[in-house]
């Protein structure tokens, strides 16, 4: 149930503590609400509808709380092959995703939405980065899901963490692979008018 307060401006419906960090990072100020959405309930398509999709969904059920707040969504998956990948829920779960992964190059792709219910405004994308992987040794595997790093992680690692170790190269967004591409959400922040780069505040974005 919503609480009795004044609708924030701006909201994040994550529970994800990367994404957070990113937007705080980027000078934004807003609230954190996550939702219980259930991601299971949306059937697999093309993997940039599907992240759009879930976006979506994920920022229209706070709006719906909060009708006069902006309300941003978000959803991170990772593409190898025809396969899909997302957060392990075992240990061997965690161990054959990153064997799949080890040597190869795969997609992330995240997708985002910013939602105003009572302005019927909406805008959602979704960015893709390759990743490529170094060849893993079973050893490096073991040590990596020993450090439980994997677990709340699409495809089952971290490039911000330990699990930048995997990591030989990148091709697009880095904070795509984190959760959020920042540079994209901002643009459209900004372009909707959502948040403005004020003078007389150079210590981060006004909302
Ligand atoms: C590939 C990769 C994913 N991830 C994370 C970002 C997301 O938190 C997670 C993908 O799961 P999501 O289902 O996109 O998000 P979430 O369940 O963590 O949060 P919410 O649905 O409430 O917004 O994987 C990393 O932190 N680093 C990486 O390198």
């Given at each position: 149930?919503?609480?009795?307060?004044?609708?924030p401006?701006?909201?994040?419906?994550?529970?994800?503590?990367?994404?957070?960090?990113?937007?705080?990072?980027a000078?934004l100020t807003?609230?954190?609400?996550?939702?219980?959405?259930?991601?299971?309930?949306?059937?697999?398509t093309?993997?940039?509808?599907?992240?759009?999709?879930?976006?979506?969904?994920?920022?229209?059920?706070?709006?719906?709380?909060?009708?006069?707040?902006?309300?941003?969504g978000?959803?991170?998956?990772?593409?190898?092959?025809r396969?899909v990948?997302?957060?392990?829920?075992?240990?061997?779960?965690?161990?054959?995703?990153?064997?799949?992964?080890?040597?190869?190059?795969?997609?992330?792709?995240?997708?985002?939405?910013?939602?105003?219910?009572n302005?019927?405004a909406?805008?959602c994308?979704?960015v893709?980065?390759?990743?490529?992987f170094?060849?893993?040794?079973?050893?490096?595997?073991?040590?990596?899901?020993?450090?439980?790093?994997?677990?709340?992680?699409?495809g089952?690692?971290a490039?911000?963490?330990?699990?930048?170790?995997?990591?030989?190269r990148?091709?697009?967004?880095?904070?795509?692979v984190?959760?959020?591409?920042?540079?994209?959400?901002?643009?459209?922040?900004?372009?909707?008018?959502?948040v403005?780069?004020?003078?007389?505040n150079?210590?981060?974005?006004?909302?």
């Amino acid at each position: 149930m919503k609480d009795m307060i004044t609708d924030p401006q701006l909201i994040l419906a994550s529970q994800s503590p990367r994404r957070r960090y990113l937007l705080e990072q980027a000078g934004l100020t807003f609230a954190v609400i996550p939702g219980t959405f259930d991601e299971d309930s949306v059937q697999l398509t093309d993997p940039a509808d599907y992240v759009k999709t879930l976006a979506k969904a994920k920022a229209d059920e706070i709006a719906g709380q909060y009708p006069d707040s902006w309300v941003i969504g978000a959803d991170t998956i990772v593409t190898i092959d025809r396969s899909v990948l997302g957060k392990p829920g075992t240990p061997d779960d965690a161990r054959h995703m990153l064997e799949k992964l080890s040597g190869q190059s795969h997609c992330v792709f995240t997708g985002y939405a910013i939602v105003c219910k009572n302005q019927a405004a909406c805008v959602c994308d979704a960015v893709k980065t390759e990743v490529q992987f170094k060849n893993l040794t079973p050893d490096e595997i073991d040590w990596y899901v020993q450090t439980g790093e994997p677990f709340d992680k699409a495809g089952a690692y971290a490039i911000q963490g330990m699990g930048t170790f995997l990591v030989r190269r990148i091709n697009g967004s880095y904070t795509n692979v984190v959760g959020l591409p920042v540079c994209e959400v901002i643009e459209a922040l900004l372009g909707m008018g959502v948040v403005t780069m004020n003078a007389a505040n150079a210590k981060g974005l006004t909302v």
